[in-house]
Protein backbone atom coordinates (compact mmCIF):
# COMPACT_ATOMS: atom_id res chain seq x y z
CA UNK A 1 0.00 0.00 0.00
CA UNK A 2 2.52 3.06 1.01
CA UNK A 3 6.60 2.23 -0.32
CA UNK A 4 9.01 5.15 0.83
CA UNK A 5 11.98 4.15 -1.62
CA UNK A 6 15.01 5.73 -0.26
CA UNK A 7 13.86 9.08 -0.06
CA UNK A 8 16.86 12.12 1.01
CA UNK A 9 15.36 15.45 2.26
CA UNK A 10 16.65 18.61 2.76
CA UNK A 11 16.41 22.21 4.48
CA UNK A 12 17.37 25.38 2.45
CA UNK A 13 19.66 22.62 0.64
CA UNK A 14 20.90 21.28 4.06
CA UNK A 15 20.51 17.17 4.12
CA UNK A 16 18.50 15.87 7.31
CA UNK A 17 17.20 12.94 5.49
CA UNK A 18 19.73 9.78 3.94
CA UNK A 19 18.02 6.88 2.13
CA UNK A 20 15.19 6.42 3.94
CA UNK A 21 12.88 3.52 3.04
CA UNK A 22 10.03 1.95 4.01
CA UNK A 23 6.95 -0.26 3.02
CA UNK A 24 3.73 -0.51 4.72
CA UNK A 25 0.73 -3.00 3.75
CA UNK A 26 -2.83 -2.89 5.04
CA UNK A 27 -3.57 -2.96 8.46
CA UNK A 28 0.02 -2.84 9.59
CA UNK A 29 1.98 -0.39 12.21
CA UNK A 30 5.34 1.05 11.49
CA UNK A 31 6.75 2.85 14.38
CA UNK A 32 9.30 5.90 14.75
CA UNK A 33 11.61 6.18 17.39
CA UNK A 34 14.80 7.56 17.89
CA UNK A 35 15.69 10.99 19.86
CA UNK A 36 14.82 14.69 19.60
CA UNK A 37 16.12 15.71 15.69
CA UNK A 38 16.60 12.36 14.15
CA UNK A 39 14.42 12.85 11.40
CA UNK A 40 10.88 11.56 12.71
CA UNK A 41 8.47 14.37 11.70
CA UNK A 42 10.70 14.60 8.50
CA UNK A 43 9.44 11.47 7.12
CA UNK A 44 5.47 12.08 7.74
CA UNK A 45 5.80 15.34 6.58
CA UNK A 46 7.48 13.97 3.59
CA UNK A 47 4.35 11.59 3.32
CA UNK A 48 2.11 13.95 3.70
CA UNK A 49 3.16 16.10 1.70
CA UNK A 50 3.44 18.86 4.00
CA UNK A 51 6.84 19.54 4.81
CA UNK A 52 7.50 23.24 5.95
CA UNK A 53 9.24 26.28 3.49
CA UNK A 54 12.71 25.40 2.22
CA UNK A 55 12.18 21.41 2.86
CA UNK A 56 12.40 19.50 -0.29
CA UNK A 57 12.09 15.54 -1.11
CA UNK A 58 15.47 15.18 -2.96
CA UNK A 59 15.64 11.58 -4.16
CA UNK A 60 13.84 8.77 -4.10
CA UNK A 61 9.91 8.58 -4.33
CA UNK A 62 6.73 7.66 -1.93
CA UNK A 63 3.98 5.35 -3.50
CA UNK A 64 0.78 5.14 -2.48
CA UNK A 65 -1.40 2.06 -4.45
CA UNK A 66 1.47 2.18 -7.20
CA UNK A 67 1.16 5.94 -7.87
CA UNK A 68 3.78 8.86 -6.50
CA UNK A 69 2.49 11.12 -3.75
CA UNK A 70 5.25 13.56 -4.87
CA UNK A 71 4.30 13.85 -8.57
CA UNK A 72 2.17 17.01 -9.31
CA UNK A 73 -1.71 16.58 -10.46
CA UNK A 74 -3.58 17.05 -6.70
CA UNK A 75 -3.00 12.67 -5.95
CA UNK A 76 -1.49 13.33 -2.65
CA UNK A 77 -4.31 16.16 -1.83
CA UNK A 78 -7.09 13.93 -2.77
CA UNK A 79 -5.93 11.41 -0.22
CA UNK A 80 -4.95 13.66 2.31
CA UNK A 81 -7.81 14.15 5.36
CA UNK A 82 -9.82 11.14 4.06
CA UNK A 83 -7.42 8.02 3.12
CA UNK A 84 -4.40 9.44 4.98
CA UNK A 85 -4.86 11.66 8.00
CA UNK A 86 -2.66 12.95 10.99
CA UNK A 87 -2.39 13.67 14.62
CA UNK A 88 0.14 15.84 15.69
CA UNK A 89 1.84 16.00 19.27
CA UNK A 90 -0.70 18.62 20.61
CA UNK A 91 -4.35 18.61 18.11
CA UNK A 92 -5.01 21.27 20.68
CA UNK A 93 -2.59 23.61 19.36
CA UNK A 94 -3.94 22.87 15.80
CA UNK A 95 -8.09 23.56 16.56
CA UNK A 96 -8.58 26.67 16.40
CA UNK A 97 -9.25 27.68 19.90
CA UNK A 98 -12.39 30.50 19.41
CA UNK A 99 -14.51 27.93 18.23
CA UNK A 100 -16.45 25.05 19.57
CA UNK A 101 -15.05 21.30 19.04
CA UNK A 102 -18.73 20.49 17.67
CA UNK A 103 -18.65 23.40 15.28
CA UNK A 104 -14.53 22.38 13.86
CA UNK A 105 -15.94 19.10 13.87
CA UNK A 106 -18.79 19.28 11.90
CA UNK A 107 -17.48 21.45 9.47
CA UNK A 108 -14.46 19.00 9.25
CA UNK A 109 -16.95 16.43 8.33
CA UNK A 110 -18.77 18.63 5.86
CA UNK A 111 -15.84 19.62 4.37
CA UNK A 112 -14.82 15.80 3.49
CA UNK A 113 -18.29 14.76 2.83
CA UNK A 114 -20.12 16.97 0.62
CA UNK A 115 -23.34 15.20 1.08
CA UNK A 116 -23.13 15.17 4.94
CA UNK A 117 -26.48 17.37 6.61
CA UNK A 118 -25.75 19.56 9.59
CA UNK A 119 -27.68 17.06 11.92
CA UNK A 120 -25.77 13.80 10.52
CA UNK A 121 -22.24 15.37 11.06
CA UNK A 122 -23.49 16.08 14.22
CA UNK A 123 -24.16 12.49 14.85
CA UNK A 124 -21.37 10.95 13.69
CA UNK A 125 -19.00 13.19 15.94
CA UNK A 126 -20.83 12.37 18.65
CA UNK A 127 -20.58 8.55 18.03
CA UNK A 128 -16.94 8.88 16.86
CA UNK A 129 -16.24 10.86 20.23
CA UNK A 130 -17.61 8.32 22.03
CA UNK A 131 -15.88 5.74 20.20
CA UNK A 132 -12.60 7.71 21.64
CA UNK A 133 -14.15 7.16 25.38
CA UNK A 134 -14.52 10.84 25.85
CA UNK A 135 -17.42 11.30 28.85
CA UNK A 136 -20.55 13.26 28.25
CA UNK A 137 -19.95 13.64 24.20
CA UNK A 138 -22.33 16.10 23.72
CA UNK A 139 -20.93 18.31 25.96
CA UNK A 140 -17.58 18.21 25.07
CA UNK A 141 -19.30 19.26 21.12
CA UNK A 142 -20.27 22.77 22.97
CA UNK A 143 -16.93 23.13 24.74
CA UNK A 144 -14.02 24.94 23.34
CA UNK A 145 -10.40 23.54 23.17
CA UNK A 146 -9.24 25.14 26.37
CA UNK A 147 -11.74 23.92 28.29
CA UNK A 148 -10.73 20.40 27.70
CA UNK A 149 -7.76 18.84 28.94
CA UNK A 150 -4.71 17.76 27.12
CA UNK A 151 -5.87 14.39 26.57
CA UNK A 152 -9.42 15.06 26.20
CA UNK A 153 -7.85 17.23 23.25
CA UNK A 154 -6.20 14.71 22.04
CA UNK A 155 -8.73 12.20 22.23
CA UNK A 156 -10.92 14.53 19.89
CA UNK A 157 -7.81 14.54 17.64
CA UNK A 158 -7.97 11.12 17.19
CA UNK A 159 -11.51 10.88 16.87
CA UNK A 160 -11.44 13.52 14.11
CA UNK A 161 -8.43 11.48 12.31
CA UNK A 162 -10.22 8.92 12.53
CA UNK A 163 -13.44 9.76 11.45
CA UNK A 164 -13.32 8.58 7.55
CA UNK A 165 -11.68 5.61 8.42
CA UNK A 166 -8.32 6.46 6.96
CA UNK A 167 -6.24 3.37 5.10
CA UNK A 168 -3.09 5.66 6.67
CA UNK A 169 -2.83 7.23 9.96
CA UNK A 170 0.05 8.87 10.60
CA UNK A 171 0.93 9.72 14.47
CA UNK A 172 3.64 12.16 15.41
CA UNK A 173 3.99 11.51 18.82
CA UNK A 174 0.07 11.88 19.94
CA UNK A 175 1.03 11.28 23.55
CA UNK A 176 3.55 12.48 24.20
CA UNK A 177 2.50 15.79 26.11
CA UNK A 178 0.55 13.73 28.22
CA UNK A 179 1.17 11.80 31.35
CA UNK A 180 1.67 8.17 31.84
CA UNK A 181 -1.32 6.80 32.73
CA UNK A 182 -3.83 8.56 29.75
CA UNK A 183 -0.41 8.18 27.36
CA UNK A 184 -1.34 4.27 27.76
CA UNK A 185 -5.15 4.91 27.41
CA UNK A 186 -5.06 6.85 24.41
CA UNK A 187 -2.56 4.53 23.13
CA UNK A 188 -5.37 1.53 24.27
CA UNK A 189 -7.72 3.22 22.38
CA UNK A 190 -5.74 3.86 19.11
CA UNK A 191 -5.21 -0.02 19.02
CA UNK A 192 -8.73 -0.61 19.24
CA UNK A 193 -9.86 1.69 16.41
CA UNK A 194 -6.99 0.12 14.55
CA UNK A 195 -7.80 -3.74 14.89
CA UNK A 196 -11.33 -2.61 14.20
CA UNK A 197 -10.92 -0.96 10.99
CA UNK A 198 -7.31 -2.17 9.73
CA UNK A 199 -5.59 1.35 9.74
CA UNK A 200 -2.14 1.28 8.78
CA UNK A 201 -0.23 3.25 11.00
CA UNK A 202 3.24 4.96 11.33
CA UNK A 203 3.28 5.96 14.77
CA UNK A 204 6.23 8.38 15.98
CA UNK A 205 7.58 8.15 19.22
CA UNK A 206 10.79 9.15 21.42
CA UNK A 207 8.98 6.08 23.71
CA UNK A 208 10.08 2.65 22.93
CA UNK A 209 7.55 1.24 25.62
CA UNK A 210 4.87 2.91 23.53
CA UNK A 211 6.28 1.22 19.95
CA UNK A 212 6.17 -2.11 21.97
CA UNK A 213 3.02 -1.82 22.87
CA UNK A 214 1.21 -0.44 19.22
CA UNK A 215 3.05 -3.21 17.56
CA UNK A 216 2.45 -6.46 16.57
CA UNK A 217 4.25 -9.78 16.05
CA UNK A 218 4.07 -8.37 12.32
CA UNK A 219 5.05 -5.26 12.45
CA UNK A 220 7.97 -3.16 13.05
CA UNK A 221 10.20 -0.42 14.48
CA UNK A 222 12.36 1.25 12.54
CA UNK A 223 15.33 3.14 14.90
CA UNK A 224 16.40 6.49 14.10
CA UNK A 225 19.56 8.93 14.42
CA UNK A 226 20.67 11.86 12.75
CA UNK A 227 18.69 11.45 9.88
CA UNK A 228 19.21 7.69 8.94
CA UNK A 229 18.02 4.29 10.09
CA UNK A 230 20.31 3.02 12.79
CA UNK A 231 18.61 -0.85 13.09
CA UNK A 232 14.94 -1.92 12.36
CA UNK A 233 13.21 -4.93 13.06
CA UNK A 234 10.34 -6.60 14.84
CA UNK A 235 9.29 -5.91 18.76
CA UNK A 236 10.93 -8.68 19.68
CA UNK A 237 14.21 -8.44 17.42
CA UNK A 238 14.16 -5.01 18.89
CA UNK A 239 13.51 -5.37 22.50
CA UNK A 240 15.04 -8.26 22.84
CA UNK A 241 18.43 -8.55 21.24
CA UNK A 242 18.75 -4.91 20.07
CA UNK A 243 22.63 -4.65 17.80
CA UNK A 244 22.91 -1.15 18.64
CA UNK A 245 23.68 0.59 22.23
CA UNK A 246 21.91 3.46 20.78
CA UNK A 247 19.05 1.24 20.63
CA UNK A 248 19.70 -0.09 24.28
CA UNK A 249 19.79 3.52 25.34
CA UNK A 250 16.68 4.15 24.65
CA UNK A 251 15.34 0.81 25.72
CA UNK A 252 16.75 1.93 29.08
CA UNK A 253 14.87 5.28 29.00
CA UNK A 254 11.21 3.83 28.75
CA UNK A 255 9.49 5.18 31.77
CA UNK A 256 7.75 2.83 33.99
CA UNK A 257 3.50 2.46 34.24
CA UNK A 258 3.08 3.09 37.96
CA UNK A 259 6.42 5.23 39.12
CA UNK A 260 9.98 3.81 39.38
CA UNK A 261 10.24 0.83 41.63
CA UNK A 262 7.02 -1.16 40.72
CA UNK A 263 9.19 -3.05 37.81
CA UNK A 264 6.13 -2.80 35.77
CA UNK A 265 7.14 -1.70 32.44
CA UNK A 266 4.78 0.01 30.31
CA UNK A 267 5.52 -2.43 27.48
CA UNK A 268 3.87 -5.46 29.35
CA UNK A 269 1.16 -3.11 30.37
N1 LIG B 1 11.68 23.69 9.07
C1 LIG B 1 12.95 23.30 9.22
N2 LIG B 1 13.97 24.00 8.70
C2 LIG B 1 15.24 23.62 8.85
N3 LIG B 1 15.63 22.50 9.51
C3 LIG B 1 14.66 21.75 10.07
C4 LIG B 1 13.28 22.09 9.96
N4 LIG B 1 12.55 21.16 10.61
C5 LIG B 1 13.43 20.28 11.12
N5 LIG B 1 14.70 20.63 10.78
C6 LIG B 1 15.93 19.87 11.13
O1 LIG B 1 15.81 18.56 10.57
C7 LIG B 1 16.31 17.60 11.46
C8 LIG B 1 15.23 16.54 11.72
O2 LIG B 1 14.16 17.15 12.40
P1 LIG B 1 12.79 16.41 12.73
O3 LIG B 1 12.36 15.64 11.54
O4 LIG B 1 11.86 17.42 13.27
O5 LIG B 1 13.26 15.39 13.88
P2 LIG B 1 12.40 14.65 15.00
O6 LIG B 1 10.97 14.68 14.62
O7 LIG B 1 12.97 13.26 15.06
O8 LIG B 1 12.67 15.38 16.28
C9 LIG B 1 16.77 18.34 12.70
O9 LIG B 1 18.16 18.52 12.60
C10 LIG B 1 16.06 19.65 12.61
O10 LIG B 1 16.80 20.66 13.21
MG1 LIG C 1 9.36 15.45 15.69
Known amino acids: MLKVDKISVEYDGKRVL ?14 LVGESGSGKTTVIRSILGLLPEGGEVTQGDILFDGRSLLSSGG ?61 DPENVMHSYPFQ ?13 AMCFEPRL ?3 DEPTSALD ?17 RRTSIILVTHNLGV ?41 AAIPTMEGEGSGQKYVYA
Do not use: W
Not at 20 to 31: N, P
Not at 148 to 160: P, T
Not at 240 to 250: G, K, N, S
Open 18 to 31: EDFSLELGAGQVAC
Open 169 to 171: LLA
Open 211 to 251: AAYMSGPSDKIIVMKSGRIVEQGSREKILRCPAQDYTRELL
Open 75 to 135: YAESLRGRDITMIFQDSGAMIDPVSTIGRQFVEYIRTQDRKAGKREAQARAINMLRQMRLP
Open 180 to 196: VTTQAQIVRQMMELHTE
Open 148 to 160: LSGGMRQRVGIAM
